[in-house]
């Protein structure tokens, strides 16, 4: 029954991802959230007399029980957030969708995890280096790679992860109970055999424009890092891009020729330093530490023995909102960088953050 409640509060329109889990915190689970009634949801900031008549109208849980029984029908698994099998790297991402929405079985914990995307109009050297990269990468320990399933990039980084043996999870912007572009439906088909579809859109789910953005926060919450081949300055790969940084991920770019049109988002990226230059597969492996042995991952649960200070407490909160460059940190923190260098030092020992590429730090410690 906890589903049916679950995927009742991911189909209220108006509620976000964000104000779903101010709910869950509140109340514990979804079964209660609905049990709740309205005098104590009313209570709630942002919610709203509105949204919570829609919420609690009884069509808002018939509506659940149809799309669980089209999941079945389907044959598809269904990730809630508070089940053991939800990824838990997307669970460390604010907006990550409540319920998901999985065909076939794919390693989302593995021990890496590494999203490929790109523009759907790829060149054929884009091809080429996109199937050399997904072949070579893995090497002696497997990477699980993630992409979009469409056109060009995507397509290529599937192709090439199906031939080699390697698991890849195709994240869709539409419902599982068909394909697009259809032209992959054979594609899809054969990533079945060793890897999973992936969505956050109930069965029967129309396909809109503004479903791409949404899909494209899944792709970067559910890898360590995003690799960009060939991508224009608009296209999705760098909204990608953009919200990795955002979740505190690893951003790597391709470089082009600067008269190639798909060189100029990832030249872009590099020129500000927000993506790594690699110029082949080793140098990826050796950025990301993957050539060491590795144990598949888990949210850390440090058993922290004393309380963080006010300043460790100011990072925290910086890093856990986006904040991530060093120098961003110096400046709201408003202290000199060699001083916040010797605090992040302290934080890094202790196990607390990771330092990346281009000046940037995650936070692995507990969020509160």
Known sequence: MENIFEIALALTSGLGPR????????????????KAGKRSLLKMPGLGPARINKLIHPDTIRSAESVLKSSKKEGLQILSFSRPEYPDRLKECEDAPLVLFEKGKSPLNNARVLAVVGTRSATPQG???????????????????????AYGIDGAA??????????????????????????????????LDNGSLLSEFPPNSKLVKENF????RIIAGL??????????????ALITAEIALGYNREVFAVPGRVSDPYSEGCLELIRQNKAGLVLRPRDLVEAMNWDQAQEPFRQLSLPFKRPLNDTEIQIRN??????????NLSRALQIDNSRLAANL????????????PGARVRWLGPSD
């Open 158 to 191: 599937h192709r090439q992860a199906v031939q080699s043996g390697i698991p890849t999870v195709g994240v869709l912007a539409h419902g599982l109970d068909k394909i697009y572009p259809a032209e992959h439906n054979r594609l899809a088909m054969r990533m």
């Open 127 to 149: 091809q080429r280096i996109t199937e050399q990269f997904v072949s070579q990468v893995s090497g002696k320990h497997p990477v699980l790679i993630v992409s979009g399933l």
């Open 318 to 327: 910086l890093l856990l909102s986006g904040v991530n460059f060093i120098d």
């Open 223 to 236: 890898s360590d890092a995003v690799l960009v081949i060939e991508a224009s300055k608009t296209g999705g």
């Open 345 to 356: 030092l302290q934080m890094e020992l202790e196990g607390l953050i990771k330092s990346l």
């Open 213 to 216: 953005p949404r899909r494209n």
């Open 19 to 34: 104000q779903v889990r101010s709910l869950l915190r509140t109340f514990d689970n979804a079964e209660a959230v609905f």
